[in-house]
Nanobody, 127 residues
Framework: QVQLVESGGGLVQPGESLRLSCAASGITLGYYAIGWFRQAPGKEREGVACISSRIASGNRISYGDSVKGRFTVSRDNALVYLQMNNVKPEDAGVYYC???????????????????WGQGTTVTVSS
């Protein structure tokens, strides 16, 4: 059974940094593209960043326009990370990581292409 688990959320002040992690059980994370998505209260889910399969393609990366230049997605053998720098109040929400099985050598911010999701970790931005 595939299970994705996000961690690293918390309270952060505007301008500060936070690093989220995505771990998996039941699968080898490196075979798949992984996306980061977020959802703020009353808003639709938004694609934040994605990284393609480490094994299949050598980590192609894409970012949502609202986080370009501030967030960085990366991965190692076991985890996928989302480094959030210069956090803004509008970055608050629940952050999810998700697995993309089809064409893992490519990543996309289209959430419909992802088949397994974590429970989310909450990021709160407040001064």
């Amino acid at each position: 059974q595939v299970q994705l688990v996000e961690s690293g959320g918390g309270l952060v002040q505007p301008g500060e940094s936070l690093r989220l992690s995505c771990a998996a059980s039941g699968i080898t994370l490196g075979y798949y593209a992984i996306g980061w998505f977020r959802q703020a209260p009353g808003k639709e889910r938004e694609g934040v960043a994605c990284i393609s399969s480490r094994i299949a393609s050598g980590n192609r990366i894409s970012y949502g326009d609202s986080v370009k230049g501030r967030f960085t997605v990366s991965r190692d053998n076991a985890l996928v990370y989302l480094q959030m720098n210069n956090v803004k109040p509008e970055d608050a929400g629940v952050y999810y990581c998700a697995r993309k099985v089809v064409e893992p050598q490519f990543c996309t911010l289209d959430s419909s292409m992802y088949d397994a999701w974590g429970q989310g970790t909450t990021v709160t931005v407040s001064s």
